[in-house]
């Protein structure tokens, strides 16, 4: 999925191409936005740029609406995602331990692609 990054935060496309239609009706987008090396991403929006903003060590949501971005993970952001699933998990599905629609979004986007994605759901004893 695609992303936009603005004042330090991603935004998917819907909230990013909100956004700029909302800083152009106020007249506070730059001459040429195109141009992005002519503004800041902290005045209007940059992108959108593929892969949810890139690789990082967790998966990444549009800072509006939470939408996931698909984005890739590093080492340690597998490890993480393989946490999350553990701890879900183990916990019983417990409020705090995150959130089954979560957890299954990113078994689903991550999973096939990463084996300890998806056996970490086995080893915890349990289904997303």
Known sequence: MKAFMYRAALLCVACGEARCEELTGA???PATPANESSFDSDDFPKGPYGDGGG????PQACDR?????E????????????????AYHSAGGI???GKIEVISEW???YGPSWPAIAGAVGA?????
Not at 55 to 58: R, S
Not at 65 to 69: P, Q, S, T, V
Not at 124 to 128: D, H, V
Request: with cysteine.
């Open 124 to 128: 915890a004893g349990g289904e997303a």
């Open 27 to 29: 007249g506070l987008a």
């Open 95 to 97: 409020m705090g331990r």
């Open 55 to 58: 690789e990082a060590d967790c």
């Open 71 to 86: 984005n890739p993970l590093t080492a340690d952001g597998v490890a993480y995602v393989v946490e999350a699933v553990v």
């Open 65 to 69: 609406c939470m939408a996931f971005l």
């Open 107 to 109: 078994l689903d986007f």
